[in-house]
């Protein structure tokens, strides 16, 4: 079974300094990993996503994420943050399993950016 | 182009009932997925459906069942809600079955009291 764990709840940050949310995944398969912005009352946002290739992704609005297939993790960076990016934060994983080709999300982390 | 689109925005029901959410995948895209999002919790899987058959079906009860229809919608229908079915359901379309990234609907909010 595949899962994924979003090692923090709530991530406070200050405007202009960097940022990074972690996440942990399990999975026997091959994975594509993800990770979604959602903001207040809306739907969920491709930030970037990793299929293959690279380990380095960088996706929108200046966030990038590292695959680690050895500590099984896929963090999310962004070396100086705005109050715009204040929203919750989704990792997921996506493979073949019993579910088809559901993606697994973590619990989300709040970032919230102050000046 | 459109994104997707999923109607009602917001829908109010009492426990017992029965409800129908709908969503229009984007254009090309021949799979559709549901997940529920219960507040505060990350969005979990209910449906697959891609070519209009069902193509996975996350851990939730009987109660919920769906359908796609040859335009690619879709619609999900819980039936006898209980108060634990209050959440926001998203719909997401892809254009393979195999290729998942995901796109997502604003979502329908319902409220069960």
């Known amino acids: 079974a595949q899962s994924v764990t979003q090692l923090d709840s709530q991530v406070p940050v200050f405007e202009e300094a960097p940022v990074e949310l972690r996440c942990n995944y399990s999975s026997s398969v091959s994975v594509y990993l993800f990770w979604y912005v959602q903001y207040p009352n809306q739907g969920l946002q491709l930030l970037l996503k990793?299929?293959?290739?690279?380990?380095l992704v960088k996706g929108i609005n200046g966030f990038e994420a590292e695959f680690n297939k050895s500590q099984t993790s896929f963090h999310l960076r962004k070396p100086s943050v705005h109050i715009s990016d204040t929203a919750e934060y989704f990792c997921a994983v996506s493979g073949y399993n019993q579910a088809g080709t559901a993606l697994i999300f973590g619990k989300g982390t709040t970032l919230s950016v102050s000046s | 182009d459109a994104g997707v689109t999923q109607s009602p925005t917001h829908l109010i029901k009492t426990r017992g009932q029965q409800v129908t959410l709908r969503c229009s995948p984007i254009?090309?895209?021949?799979?559709v997925s549901w997940y529920q999002q219960v507040l505060g919790q990350g969005p979990q899987f209910i449906f697959q459906?891609?070519?209009?058959?069902?193509?996975g079906r996350g851990n939730f009860p009987d109660r919920f069942s769906a359908r796609q229809f040859p335009n690619y919608s879709s619609e999900l229908n819980v039936n006898a809600l209980l108060l634990g079915d209050s959440a926001l359901y998203l719909c997401a379309s892809s254009l393979l079955r195999d290729y998942n990234e995901q796109f997502f609907g604003p979502g329908t909010r319902l409220t069960v009291l």
């Open positions: 990793y299929l293959s290739g690279s380990t």
């Open positions: 254009s090309g895209h021949k799979s």
């Open positions: 459906y891609y070519e209009k058959e069902e193509r």
